[in-house]
Structures are given as structure tokens and as C-alpha cells.
């Protein structure tokens, strides 16, 4: 049992502070009548109480405020604390779906996709993440890793299906 929770653990997105998380307002800007709503939303996140009331709360400012990525960023950030990875991928997706270079969702698509094993999509996403934001080098041997591993997964599964004389799923 021990064995299966540290396993568990080590498959796990670590998460950083809530203080440390970075405002998705830098990245989306948050239109000037909503701002003072919104920021108070942050606030509140931050602090990390009461985050099913934070939740609800964030459903009814996006009632008004339809595709504001930001506060949907927000609600992806409560997924992943909960460790609602599932609901945090479909969120940061949406969040993507209206800004495509929104460097948060890349991101953590990205590092969901690695914890996944998922090496094919997080090679992708850390490549889009880097054409956005250049300066994210330390992210290089993660895209480089995750290639790599990628590559390894499909050269395997290509030979296990030769080795089964499936020869079209080999090619």
C-alpha cells in the first residue's frame, strides 16, 4: 500500500504555493468593468478558503463575463489544487480554444500531459509553449525528454505489433 501512495505522489502535477501562481490577468486582460470583480475573485483564490464558494462564484461572474479566459483559469487552478486533473485539462483547453497562446494552459496542459506519460502531447504543447514564450528555457529538456520518449513509445509499440504480425499497425 505504501509502494502505491508513493507511486501516486511521484505521478502527481507538484503544485506551488497559491501565492506563487501567476495572476492569469498578466497573461488575458480582464476587461476594465469587470476588473475590480475579478480581482477580488483572485484574491480569494489565493488565500485558498472556501474554494467550492469561490467555484460557484466564479460560475456566476462568468454568466456575465461569457469566455473570459482568465477567470476560467481560475477555475482550472481550483481543479488542479483539488486534484481534479480531469476537469483542470477540459478548463485549460477551453482557455486555449479562445486564446491559443495563452502560456498558462500550455503550460500545465503541457506538464499533465508528461505526468500522463502522455510524451507525444506534452512534446507538442512544451513546442507551442517555447514559440510563445522564448524565454521558458528551462522547459527545453522537458520538450526535448518528452520527444524522445515519445519517439521511444512508438518505436515499441511498432515493433510489439510486428512481433504479433499486425504489420499495418507497425507501419
Known amino acids: 500500500m505504501k509502494a502505491f501512495l508513493i507511486l501516486l505522489l511521484l505521478q502527481s502535477l507538484q503544485l506551488p504555493p497559491r501565492v506563487a501562481v501567476e495572476n492569469p490577468a498578466n497573461v488575458s486582460p480582464v476587461p476594465s468593468k ?11 483564490f489565493v488565500t485558498g478558503k472556501e474554494d467550492v464558494k469561490l467555484a460557484k462564484d466564479l460560475d456566476k461572474f462568468l454568466k456575465k463575463q461569457k469566455n473570459l ?40 496542459l503541457a506538464e499533465l500531459a508528461f505526468v500522463r506519460d502522455d510524451y507525444r502531447q506534452a512534446g507538442t504543447l512544451y513546442s507551442r509553449l517555447l514559440s510563445v514564450d522564448p524565454t521558458r528555457t528551462d522547459l527545453e529538456a522537458k520538450q526535448q525528454k518528452s ?8 518505436l515499441r509499440s511498432a515493433a510489439k505489433a510486428e512481433q504479433e504480425n499486425r504489420l499495418a499497425d507497425a507501419e
Request: charged letters at 25%; a positive charge.
Open 34 to 44: 469587470a476588473k475590480r470583480d475579478y480581482d477580488k475573485l483572485w484574491a480569494r
Open 69 to 108: 479566459d482568465a477567470a476560467v483559469t481560475i477555475q482550472a487552478y481550483i481543479d488542479l489544487y483539488q486534484r481534479n486533473e480531469g476537469s483542470a485539462i477540459r478548463k485549460f483547453e477551453q482557455v486555449l480554444a479562445v486564446n491559443p497562446a495563452n502560456r498558462i494552459a500550455l503550460y500545465y
Open 147 to 154: 520527444l524522445l520518449l515519445g519517439t521511444e513509445n512508438l
